[in-house]
């Protein structure tokens, strides 16, 4: 049996030094924004004789130096260009030059995005984020009430909310990184990952809480609690590592042959999983941990 629990300042110190570091680069660079947060235009263009490829189509476009310039596939025969400006100059300036280099494209839609709207749709993404914590920490205390030693119900709760905190804040850090050397992009898929994030890694910290539950309650009550917490992280770790390794595998495929359009949201989802994994077999349950020893020196 490994002593998962026994490693616990370890695994404090790591996600530390993470935190830090992701807290360091929110601070210096931010988040890269896409239109959806910033405001911009969408062009959907169709090309009569052969469709560029999406970096013929940018390299067509950068001596313009369009903010946020990207190009995606739509069928077979369309690309959709998005770039950060609603300027009516700009757009026809964009067009002109697709139009003369591509004699039989057709402008088939242009939609503007406001940016007073997408500061209505990041606030909303922040509360969608928020309530969605709540009431997976509102969950998890009713669903473990009838486990009231020796730690309060409401205690699993608000160590599972800590952990997935951890993990999409860690997510939301290392996209900062990538936004300042790579120039990754987030928007609404992003957001939808962080989502999705919040309720994939909150798996693996049930399964392990509810064998905790069943320990504690089949178990003897003199067995020390942080002895029940690493037996059942035991009797879980092998499902906890292959449910999660299944999901990064398909989302390794989405991610090198999806197309451009998935990039960011599986690249989110593969980063967030990882340590959704990593908190819950190093994180969650160790805060139970932490606080039943703390209720000893009190």
Known sequence: MYNIIGKTKYTYTFSIILTVLCVL??????????????????????FAQGVPTNDE?????????????????????????SYASVEDSVNQTVWTKISEKYAESKQLRA???????SSELKSKSLWALFWASVGIMTFIAIAFRKVSRPVESWKY????????????????GIFSVLGHFYGVEVGIPF?????????????DTIVVYDRTRENILKGSSKE????????????????????????IITLLSIYFFGGESVK???????????????????IASALLVTSYKLQLKK
């Open 264 to 282: 960011s949201f599986s690249l989110a989802l593969l980063i967030g999983i990882t340590f959704g994994t990593y908190s819950s077999i190093f």
């Open 25 to 46: 680069s929110l601070s210096l660079w931010g988040l890269k924004y896409g239109i959806d947060f910033t405001g911009g235009t969408l062009l959907e263009v169709q």
């Open 224 to 247: 020390p609690f942080p002895e029940v917490v690493n037996r059942s992280l035991n009797e879980t770790l092998v499902r906890s590592i292959n449910t999660s390794l299944t999901v």
């Open 111 to 117: 939609d503007y995005r406001d940016s007073s709207i």
């Open 157 to 172: 709760g608000l160590g599972a909310v800590i952990a997935l905190v951890h993990d999409v804040f860690l997510t939301v």
């Open 57 to 81: 189509m940018i390299g067509t476009l950068t001596d313009l130096n369009l903010n946020s310039l990207t190009v995606q596939k739509k069928g077979a025969d369309s690309l959709l260009i």
């Open 191 to 203: 957001v939808a990952a962080l989502l999705t994030i919040l309720g994939f890694s909150v798996h």
